[in-house]
């Protein structure tokens, strides 16, 4: 989850977060979303497993109200939850895909 200079809260997935940070940063492959709403700090990221599990979490983070996005950052192991709630234990042995949610 990266946080804008604005105070929104932005979410998405990627196999390489350090990877796809930069590019937000760089502004010219990163999210249209996040073009202008510098400075932008990565504020959480998470292991979820595989690209079906990423989309799913990520999904359902997109549909939380701010605050409830607000007490996942300050509160990560929820997405361990939300994982466990909407797609079942987590396989370990496939595990490339985050969420930088």
Do not use: Q
């Not at 799913?56 to 701010?66: G, P, Q, T, V």
């Not at 466990?84 to 496939?94: R, V």
């Amino acid at each position: 989850m990266i946080r804008c200079g604005d105070g929104s809260l932005y979410t998405g997935i990627t196999t390489d977060v350090a990877r796809r940070f930069g590019e937000h940063l760089a502004g010219n492959t990163g999210s249209k979303y996040l073009r202008g709403r510098a400075p932008l700090e990565l504020v959480l990221e998470h292991v979820v497993g595989d690209r079906s599990r990423a989309s799913k979490i990520e999904y359902r983070i997109k549909k939380l109200s701010r605050s409830e996005k607000e007490k996942i950052v300050s509160l990560p192991s929820l997405v361990d939850e939300m994982i466990f709630e909407h797609c079942g234990p987590l396989n370990t042995k496939s595990m490339p895909y985050k969420t930088s949610s």
